[in-house]
C-alpha cells in the first residue's frame, strides 16, 4: 500500500447502523449506508467501537420498540462522551412522531431525519458538521443543535437513491411507501405519511438491475402493496396485478413475493395473476388481526371474517399448495371471550403456515387509543399464549410434512454450521440444509427433506439442478 493509499484509508469515514422493526426499515437502513457510502465515501461497519457515525433506523409500531430507542441511545452516550466528534443520527418512524422532541430529550443525538427523508442524509450530516456545538455539563457530550428534517417530500427519496448494489440472490424492492387504510390502532399512517406508488418504470428497472446482478428472487415491498397504483409512461396507472406481470417478464427473476397486502385490496385480478405466473410463489401474507367481525370493525379493517376466508378459498383452488401467513393483534379494546375464541377458531380453520401475533400497543394519536379498554393484561397475555401455542402446533406440523417431500430451493449460502454443506429457502420460507459444492450457490434446486431440525429448518439431499 502506498502513501496516499494510507491516507484515504485512514480518512475514510465508518458508519454503524442498528435496525428496529419491519422489513421497510431493514430495507430503508441498506439505503441509507448506500447514500452515505456515494456522497461522503462512508463504509458501513458491524463493530460501533470504530464508528464515525451512528444511526438508529427506529420503529415505533409497538410501545416496547420505541422505549428501546432511549434505552440504546443511553449506550451510546457514553460512546459520545469519549468521543466527541461522534456523529448521532436518528431517523424511522420514532423519529418522524417525536421530531424535535429527540433532542429534547436526548440532546446529543445531532441529526434526527424520517423514513422519507434519508436521502437527505448527506446533507444532514454536513449540516451537523457546520452546526454550532455546544458543550453540555449534563450529558457530557458535545452536542450540535437543529439538524431535524422528518418531512414527507413526496416520493423523491427514490430519485436521489444510488444504484442498487446487491450481495446475495435475494433482494427487497420498495413499490410504495406509506398508508392510507388508517386502520385504528396503527401509527404507519402518521409516521410513514399516505401511500405514494413509485412510478412504474423506475421500479422494473431497479428489478432488471439487480437481476443482472444474479438475484434470483425479489420481495416487493410495501406497507400495503396490492394498492399499488404507479405511474406508467402514458400517464396511466399500472395496477398491482399488472405490475407482477411485468415483473415476471424479467429475465433471471425466478420467484416473486410480496409484503405486506391488505384483504380489502386482495382483489380478482390478483388472484388471477396465480393462474398465469409461476414465479409467483405459492406462499402468501395476508394480515387479518382477529377472527371477530365486531373486532374487525372496531379496528376499522373494513371487511368481514368471510371476505377474507372466501380470498383465501378461490386461491387454494387456484394453487391447492399455497402457504399462508398473517398477523395477529390480541387483545384489542374490547375483545371479549367470545371475540378471541373467533380468533382460534380461524387460526385452526385456516390452518396457517406460520404468523405473527402481538398484543395490542396503544399508540399515541392513533383513534383506537381513545377506545376504553377493560381487558386485563394478565387477561391479553394468557389469550397471546394460547394463540401461540395453536400457530406453533400448525407450524411445526407443517415442518414436519416436509419431511419426505422434494421441495424447491433457492440456493443462497455456505451453511456455516455444516462443513460442506449450503443453506436455502424453500418456497414456504423453511430454511433448508443439504451437502452440496458452492458452484450451486445462486442456483435453483430440488432437495428431497430428510428430517425437520426446528420449527423453521429442515436437513435434506440434493435431488437436481434446476438452473
Ligand atoms: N401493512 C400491514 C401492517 C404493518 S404493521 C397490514 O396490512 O396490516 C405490522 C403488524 O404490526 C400489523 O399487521 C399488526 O398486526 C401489528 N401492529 C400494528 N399496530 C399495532 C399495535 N398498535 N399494537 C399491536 N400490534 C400492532
Ligand atoms: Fe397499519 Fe393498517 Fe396500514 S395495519 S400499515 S394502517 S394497513
Excluded at 485512514?10 to 439505503?31: A, P
Aim: net charge negative.
Amino acid at each position: 500500500m502506498n502513501a496516499d493509499d494510507l491516507s484515504a484509508t485512514k480518512t475514510v469515514k465508518k458508519v454503524y447502523i442498528v435496525t428496529q422493526g419491519c422489513q421497510m426499515n431493514e430495507y430503508d437502513s441498506e439505503k441509507m449506508g448506500d447514500v452515505l457510502g456515494q456522497s461522503h465515501g462512508m463504509v458501513v461497519t458491524k463493530d460501533i467501537n470504530e464508528a464515525d457515525v451512528l444511526l438508529m433506523n427506529t420503529c415505533s409500531i409497538r410501545e416496547k420498540a420505541q422505549e428501546k430507542v432511549f434505552s440504546e441511545l443511553g449506550r451510546w452516550r457514553k460512546l459520545k462522551e469519549k468521543n466527541p466528534d461522534l456523529i448521532i443520527g436518528v431517523g424511522g418512524c420514532v423519529a418522524s412522531q417525536e421530531g424535535d422532541n429527540i433532542q429534547k430529550r436526548a440532546p446529543y443525538v445531532d441529526m434526527v431525519f424520517g423514513p422519507q427523508t434519508l436521502h437527505r442524509l448527506p446533507e444532514l450530516y454536513e449540516n451537523s458538521q457546520k452546526a454550532k456545538s455546544v458543550f453540555d455539563d449534563k450529558t457530557k457530550t458535545k452536542n450540535r443543535i437543529g439538524v431535524v428534517d422528518v418531512s414527507f417530500p413526496s416520493i423523491e427519496k427514490f430519485d436521489f437513491l444510488p444504484e442498487p448494489k446487491v450481495e446475495g440472490y435475494k433482494a427487497f424492492v420498495s413499490i410504495m411507501e406509506g398508508c392510507s387504510k388508517y386502520c385504528s390502532f396503527c401509527v404507519v399512517p402518521y409516521t410513514r405519511g399516505e401511500e405514494l406508488s413509485r412510478p412504474l418504470d423506475d421500479v422494473l428497472a431497479e428489478i432488471a438491475s439487480l437481476a443482472e446482478q444474479g438475484v434470483r428472487e425479489i420481495n416487493l415491498l410495501g406497507q400495503n402493496v396490492n394498492g399499488y397504483r404507479g405511474e406508467k409512461d402514458d400517464g396511466s396507472i399500472c395496477r398491482f396485478s399488472e405490475l407482477l406481470h411485468y415483473v415476471s417478464h424479467i429475465d433471471g427473476i425466478e420467484r416473486i413475493r410480496y409484503t405486506t397486502s391488505h384483504p380489502l385490496e386482495f382483489t380478482d385480478d390478483i388472484i388471477e395473476a396465480y393462474k398465469t405466473l409461476p414465479k409467483l410463489v405459492s406462499h402468501l401474507h395476508l394480515p387479518v388481526q382477529s377472527g371477530s367481525n365486531a373486532i374487525l370493525a372496531a379496528m376499522k379493517r373494513n371487511h368481514t371474517i368471510d371476505v377474507y376466508i372466501n380470498q383465501i378459498n378461490k386461491l387454494k383452488a387456484i394453487r391447492p399448495d399455497l402457504h399462508l401467513s398473517s398477523d395477529f393483534i390480541i387483545g384489542f379494546p374490547g375483545e371479549s371471550d367470545a371475540d378471541f375464541a373467533d380468533t382460534l377458531n380461524l387460526a385452526k380453520e385456516l390452518d396457517f403456515d406460520h404468523s405473527y401475533s402481538f398484543i395490542y400497543s396503544k399508540r399515541p394519536g392513533t383513534p383506537a387509543s381513545d377506545l376504553p379498554d377493560d381487558v386485563s393484561l394478565d387477561t391479553k397475555k394468557a389469550r397471546l399464549a394460547e394463540f401461540q401455542e395453536v400457530i406453533k402446533k400448525s407450524t411445526f406440523a407443517k415442518t414436519e410434512a416436509m419431511v419426505g417431500q422434494t421441495v424447491r430451493v433457492l440456493v443462497e449460502e455456505k451453511a456455516d454450521r455444516y462443513e460442506g454443506h449450503l443453506h436455502g429457502s424453500a418456497d414456504n420460507t423453511r430454511s433448508v440444509v443439504f451437502a452440496g459444492g458452492e458452484e450451486l450457490l445462486g442456483k435453483f434446486v430440488l432437495v428431497k427433506i430428510t428430517a425437520a431440525k426446528s420449527m423453521h429448518l429442515v436437513l435434506g439431499e440434493l435431488v437436481s439442478v434446476l438452473d
